[in-house]
């Protein structure tokens, strides 16, 4: 709809510039809102207001000729100017509630992408294999899902790259503890956190051990076969944590989407290569950098970044520049979303300029850093366990567990034991992934048990139970969502405005997927609970006046159950017909 109207509005000023009211070549980004009170219409623009100096007409004289030069169009009933000169738009109703019916009437509630279908590489959760998984990949590995499931349901094609860090120097002190070891340690290693602490103080005491870290990376690099059975174990083993932790978290990420720093090895050289053949490289304390113009210090000189070091070895820089093209050129990619701590927003700024510099990718190829703040504990203060250690990702969702666990059974203590069990991990791991998932992504957010877990407020426990709450009335009736006769038809104003609001999902996803903001979905999602509440209170469904209101108000419902339910889908939350 705000679409359509900005559209109307682009049609008007297109046509008061043809005729000399408006100067030529104004391209005003035209602002729609929704409103806040009914009774000034469904949706309003300022654009009277922003445009009425450069036309040197009062806001409400050019409001009157934006209205006269408005096309006409099936979705609007009337338009009106309100105030210092505000446009304002009331939606037809019948046109609003034969759209609600088209959307029923599809699979995928009526939502299409605008644009062509793209190929989109997604870059998330990418631990470093040498440690357990942090917090901080947690929100990578929940943002990047919701964003990828919301892609792929628009039509486009999503490929996951799981982007470990399972090379580095760090595995040389890995393999050398490794070694001393008794042959089997997988026991030992099931413990990764603890194992790396004390290869860590091995390393740190002992200058032998150290000398045979530094030479088992040399080792490691060059191909030996001993010390790449050993790396592909520890891997193998680091990896298959956290494939716990994507089961247990319900995200859709297997071993086939990793593709680790390690898988560019053999390119790095390459890399090298045609950055020098490009005349890009700059030696600098013997290091490989590529200066970039627009990349300034506090001193004003330009930035280099760094692509190889003096002694030869490569960077994270390195890797991602040959991500770049493989993402690009071999995955055919038109697009790259990466979802990383916003900590490392230079870093990509350089990659990427780096890489459009080289020529690495195609000038069409889009690259984003969708960076994201840190997850701080309920304190303010970055997230840490009571003695100061890192917190487990596995302990944390057990704890959610267990306190949903007790919650439920609070509320409802004669659920059977399966079926408490059931809800528990819906509403737990729902509540952890929500928490993340609604916050504005870049801004730093307080991860609080009390909060998540609520059933008040912009939360996974009130949501999943608005969801119940739809699904119980199908249940009274004994019936399904899609076996309801009948035709919308809005009448009173709880049924119109839920109604306005359920058409907009498609617009809402559409903003998801441009500008990788699961947020928005939360918010709108807990838009639609709220009027759905009010809907419910004021307009009786079981005992509603006539049979043709009762269809059409159960159509709402209807629409409204799955919208909830496949909203919560593609933010990654299982839901519950019952709790
Ligand atoms: N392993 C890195 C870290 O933990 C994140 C990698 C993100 N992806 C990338 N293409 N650089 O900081």
């Not at 509630?109 to 440690?131: E, F």
């Not at 999503?158 to 490794?178: E, K, P, S």
């Not at 520890?234 to 390690?262: P, W």
Request: aromatic fraction near 8%; glycine fraction near 8%.
């Amino acid at each position: 709809m705000k679409d359509l109207i900005r559209q109307l509005i682009q049609h008007a000023l297109d046509r008061l510039a043809a005729e000399g009211t408006l100067p030529q070549g104004l391209a005003p980004a035209i602002q729609v809102e929704n409103t806040k009170d009914k009774s000034h219409g469904d949706f309003a623009s300022n654009i009277a207001m922003m445009l009425a100096k450069p036309a040197g007409l009062k806001p409400r004289e050019l409001a009157e000729k934006l209205v006269a030069a408005l096309p006409q169009d099936a979705q609007i009933s009337k338009v009106e100017i309100a105030g210092p000169g505000f446009l304002n738009f009331y939606q037809d109703t019948s046109a609003l509630a034969a759209r609600l019916e088209a959307a029923l009437a599809d699979a995928h509630l009526g939502v299409h992408k605008d644009g062509p279908a793209q190929r989109v590489v997604i870059d998330l959760s990418a631990p470093n294999l040498a440690k357990e998984m942090h917090v901080g990949h947690l929100r990578s590995t929940i943002i990047g899902d919701a964003v990828a499931r919301v892609l792929e349901f628009l039509g486009d094609t999503v490929i996951r790259q799981n982007h470990v860090g399972d090379w580095g120097t760090q595995f040389g002190m890995l393999l050398a503890y490794m070694q001393e070891q008794p042959v089997d340690n997988d026991a030992e290693l099931s413990d990764l956190e603890s194992f790396y602490r004390a290869a860590k103080k091995r390393f740190d005491e002992s200058p032998e051990f150290a000398d045979r870290a530094r030479e088992l990376v040399v080792k490691l690099q060059a191909g030996d076969a001993e010390c790449l059975r050993l790396w592909n174990r520890f891997n193998d083993i680091s990896l298959s944590h956290c494939q716990k932790v994507y089961d247990r978290l319900g995200v859709n990420l297997t071993m086939a989407d990793v593709k680790g720093e390690s898988a560019y090895n053999d390119d790095l050289p390459n890399v090298i290569a045609d950055l020098q053949a490009k005349g890009l490289l700059t030696e600098s304390d013997g290091a490989q950098c590529v200066f970039l113009d627009e990349f300034k210090n506090a001193e004003g000189n330009p930035l280099p970044l760094i692509v190889q070091k003096a002694g030869g070895g490569y960077l994270y820089a390195t890797t991602d520049l040959a991500a770049t093209r493989y993402r690009a050129n071999v995955l055919k990619a038109d697009r790259a979303l990466y979802f990383v701590d916003q900590r490392q927003a230079l870093h990509f700024q350089m990659v990427f300029a780096a890489a459009r510099l080289a020529g690495f990718v195609p000038e069409s190829f889009e690259m984003e850093h969708m960076g994201f703040g840190t997850m701080n504990g309920a304190d303010g203060r970055p997230f840490k366990t009571r003695d100061g250690g890192t917190v487990k990702l596995i302990d944390l969702l057990d704890e959610a567990e267990a306190r949903a666990y007790a919650l439920v059974k609070d509320k409802n203590p004669e659920l059977d034991e399966a079926e408490l069990r059931n809800i528990a991990r819906a509403v737990g791991i729902g509540a952890v992934k929500y928490a993340d998932l609604s916050k504005h992504r870049t801004s730093d957010y307080s991860f609080n048990f009390e909060l998540m877990l609520s059933f008040e407020g912009n939360t996974a426990p009130y949501l999943l139970y608005a969801y119940t709450r739809v699904a119980s009335v199908f249940r009274k009736l004994g019936k399904e969502f899609d076996e309801v006769e009948g035709h919308i038809v809005l009448q009173a104003d709880q049924e119109t405005a839920l109604a306005a609001r359920l058409a907009q999902f498609g617009e809402i996803l559409g903003s998801v997927a441009e500008k990788g903001v699961p947020h928005v979905l939360c918010a709108y999602l807990y838009d639609i609970a709220g009027l759905f509440s009010s809907f419910y209170e004021h307009c009786p469904i079981l005992a509603a006046e006539t049979a043709e209101q009762q269809q059409s108000r159960l159509r709402l419902a209807a629409l409204t159950g799955r919208t909830l339910k496949q909203g919560l889908e593609l933010l990654g939350l299982q839901t519950l017909e019952r709790m």
